[in-house]
T-cell receptor, first 111, second 115 residues
Framework: QKEVEQNSGPLSVPEGAIASLNCTYS??????FFWYRQYSGKSPELIMF????GDKEDGRFTAQLNKASQYVSLLIRDSQPSDSATYLC???????????FGKGTMLLVSP | EAGVAQSPRYKIIEKRQSVAFWCNPI?????LYWYQQILGQGPKLLIQ????????DSQLPKDRFSAERLKGVDSTLKIQPAKLEDSAVYLC?????????????FGPGTRLTVL
């Protein structure tokens, strides 16, 4: 059973702080790693993806990947109340487009 | 570019009734997925289509769930008969492949309540 693990939270941070969301995966054949944001009652929205070890930055978001440790994270700088949502980590195997999702981490950003 | 369309947005049925959901993917996207998302969980893949062929239906409860994509564009997912545990959001997604990266884009979902 290929698994993707996330802390369900909620993770509470004050406005302006850095939010750090973590994800571990069990399948060493995993190739690409995706972060989706899901507001309550809405569908998942792709924020960013990463497939190489290291960091990838996009605006206030930074994804970090460590394949040796089977760990991927998402950092949100200057957190805003509008960032309050559930963040889903998803992975796929090399050559396959099928995604395996974690349960998501709820982030709460307080003004 | 129009996104993934789904209908209906909400459905309430009694157990043992049947229900059908419709999905229209982003234009040009050959790969389409149906997911089930139970409250508090991540989406779980039910079935994957490539054009009008099934690629993966290993997690589809085939005794009650069926899906089709006859012309390689729109798709329908059916549940017959529904059980209480089928209450969930059913998400449709389509995929764009760019240099080996598979990006999935989700529709708004159909929230099913089985009473």
């Amino acid at each position: 059973q290929k698994e993707v693990e996330q802390n369900s939270g909620p993770l509470s941070v004050p406005e302006g702080a850095i939010a750090s969301l973590n994800c571990t995966y069990s399948d060493r054949g995993s190739q690409s790693f995706f972060w989706y944001r899901q507001y309550s009652g809405k569908s998942p929205e792709l924020i960013m993806f990463i497939y190489s070890n290291g960091d990838k930055e996009d605006g206030r978001f930074t994804a970090q990947l460590n394949k040796a440790s089977q760990y991927v994270s998402l950092l949100i700088r200057d957190s805003q109340p509008s960032d309050s949502a559930t963040y889903l980590c998803a992975v796929n195997r090399a050559g396959y487009s099928t995604l395996t999702f974690g349960k998501g981490t709820m982030l709460l950003v307080s003004p | 570019e129009a996104g993934v369309a789904q209908s209906p947005r909400y459905k309430i049925i009694e157990k043992r009734q049947s229900v059908a959901f419709w999905c229209n993917p982003i234009s040009g996207h050959a790969t389409l997925y149906w997911y089930q998302q139970i409250l508090g969980q991540g989406p779980k893949l039910l079935i994957q289509f490539q054009n009008n062929g099934v690629v993966d239906d290993s997690q589809l409860p085939k005794d009650r769930f069926s899906a089709e994509r006859l012309k390689g564009v729109d798709s329908t997912l059916k549940i017959q008969p529904a059980k209480l545990e089928d209450s969930a959001v059913y998400l449709c997604a389509s995929m764009k492949e760019t240099s080996g990266i598979y990006e999935q884009f989700f529709g708004p979902g159909t929230r099913l309540t089985v009473l």
